[in-house]
């Protein structure tokens, strides 16, 4: 692979953007804590892009920096349980012809905030969280299905860069 | 979007849905119960549903009925618990610090407050 560190550097970099943007588009889902988590469309791109390995790097890096720009140390722990359960979980899911991005997508949002349940679970010690596990898979869902029809857009365009 | 991923996304909502029905389902079946503790270690439980009079330990009486509980009587020469408002909902709490009787409301219907800011 050539110029892998220049493009990891360049995704990174977009990543770090979109959770930035993010921060300053309220998205009120009515739910409090749902993110629409614009930064994983990086993720599933790099993730149908590349492989494994670099998505989960790329995933780590960005919540770790994230984190410590925009939110605080639980919010790292949270955060990266659901980033690396839902990167397991899609690239479970991706060999399978029988789904596309936007199902891929589907499954990575949901199980993102299924991890961030579990640690909230295990941090309060209390099983009384997972009364919130309906919502948030609804939450999930939604924000994946969004995800994944814009990266299935924009993996059409990136067609031609061969050797990311 | 293939066919397959409209069967995904139906089956995640589905779990979402029969785990939301389940908790309506399974929170309704639980009746308020009225927990007591002296000293820390568990006294009883008690209904909400059924009036009574509760003796804890010679130093209190708790009255319940018609879903509320209030302190009768206590021994303590402070009488705050006994002053206290009569509570009915879910982690509202009666508390006689003289004789560490801690009376508090579980699985009751949720109090006013619609959510807290953090």
């Known amino acids: 692979m050539k110029n892998r560190a220049a493009y990891f550097g360049v995704f990174t970099a977009l990543a770090l953007i979109f959770s930035y943007v993010e921060t300053l588009i309220p998205v009120n889902l009515g739910i409090q804590g749902a993110k629409l988590g614009l930064a994983n469309l990086v993720t599933v791109t790099v993730l149908y892009k590349t492989d494994f390995k ?27 349980a659901g980033a ?8 479970c899911l991706k060999p399978r012809s029988s789904l596309s991005v936007i199902g891929v997508s589907i499954a990575g949002g949901a ?39 814009v990266c299935r857009e924009a993996l059409k365009r990136i067609r031609n860069i061969t050797n990311v | 979007m293939k066919r397959n991923d409209w069967f995904l996304a139906a089956g995640i909502l589905a779990a979402a849905a029969i785990l939301f029905c389940f908790q309506i389902f399974g929170n309704s079946g639980d009746q308020a119960v009225v927990s007591i503790s002296v000293d820390g270690a568990l006294y009883g439980t008690y209904s909400l549903e059924e009036d009574r009079t509760v003796k804890i330990d010679e130093t209190n009486r708790l009255e319940i009925s018609g879903g509320t509980v209030k302190m009768d009587w206590a021994d303590c020469p402070d009488q705050v618990c006994v002053n206290h408002r009569s509570i009915s909902r879910n982690g509202e709490s009666i508390i006689c610090l003289p004789n560490r009787v801690v009376v508090s409301i579980e699985n009751g219907e949720s109090g006013e407050v619609d959510g807290i800011a953090r």
């Open chain 1, 111 to 149: 199980s993102h905030n299924l991890g961030q349940l579990i640690v909230a679970m295990i941090v309060v010690e209390t099983y009384h969280v997972g009364y919130y596990l309906p919502v948030l898979l609804i939450a999930g869902v939604i924000t994946g299905a969004l995800i994944g029809i």
């Open chain 1, 54 to 80: 670099e998505a989960l790097l790329l995933s780590v890096t960005r919540v770790v920096l994230a984190g410590f720009i925009f939110g605080n140390l639980f919010g790292i722990l949270y955060s990266l």
């Open chain 1, 84 to 91: 690396v359960l839902s990167l397991v979980v899609m690239n």
